[in-house]
């Protein structure tokens, strides 16, 4: 039973560049969600992706953007990137959408920014 | 001012000692859930509370979940180095979208 899937597992950026991630979901789940982690930081929620469809959104710019494939799998894009963006991006599974399903985390993509 | 307050925010000890360690809020949740993450690993959960006053026990980690819903800690009894790592709270809100505290960095010395 394959869980939570993530790659790359590390990038180097520069400024201004554009990044895109990739997540696979644990098998049968059908909800993705994106985490920013700084570090020494809590991760921090991005965005959520069920049925395609962008369904909840944190507080962070439209620089940050992302997709949900039908065989569930999910990209996160960011574009013009800058040091701030520096993290640990982090994937979660789960099914449905509803209050207290519990998440499956990936290992996380560490991106670094020059 | 954050959702969720945990402290404290380093905890370094021996092996065998018990620790406690808490998630406030000034705001009622209808879950929290605990995770566990050590370095260059996502979070992993290790329980979810639902009901106020509830005790759930994993093991020698105990999760009480206050009777307000508002707070919430977890008891480690007789630590061992494999304790140690990134202890993480974390609650829904708005529909599924999901908040996490800070974290508490336990540290556990053999």
């Known amino acids: 039973d394959a869980g939570v899937t993530q790659s790359p597992t590390h990038l180097i950026k520069t400024r201004g560049q554009q990044v895109t991630l990739r997540c696979s979901p644990k098998s049968g789940h059908d909800t993705v969600s994106w985490y920013q982690q700084a570090l020494g930081q809590g991760p921090q929620f991005i965005f959520q992706y069920y049925e395609e469809e962008e369904r909840q959104r944190g507080n962070f710019p439209d620089r940050f953007s992302g997709h949900q494939f039908p065989n569930y799998s999910s990209e996160l894009n960011v574009n013009a990137l800058l040091l701030g963006d520096s993290a640990l991006y982090l994937c979660?599974?789960?099914?449905?959408?509803?209050?207290?399903?519990?998440?499956?985390f990936g290992d996380g993509t560490r991106l670094s920014i020059l | 001012t954050q959702l969720l307050e945990q402290s404290p925010q380093f905890l370094s000890i021996q092996e065998g000692e018990n620790l406690t360690v808490y998630c406030n809020s000034s705001?009622?949740?209808?879950?929290l859930q605990w995770y566990r993450q050590e370095p260059g690993e996502g979070p992993v959960l290790l329980v979810t509370v639902v009901t106020g006053g509830e005790v759930k026990k994993l093991k020698r980690l105990t999760f009480q979940f206050g009777d307000a819903r508002k707070d919430s800690s977890l008891h480690i009894t007789a630590a061992q180095p494999g304790d140690t790592g990134l202890y993480l709270c974390?609650?829904?809100?708005?529909?599924?979208?999901?908040?996490f505290g800070s974290g508490t960095k336990l540290n556990v010395k053999p």
């Open positions: 705001s009622v949740f209808s879950s």
């Open positions: 979660a599974s789960s099914l449905g959408i509803t209050s207290n399903q519990p998440q499956h």
């Open positions: 974390a609650t829904s809100y708005n529909f599924n979208k999901f908040y």
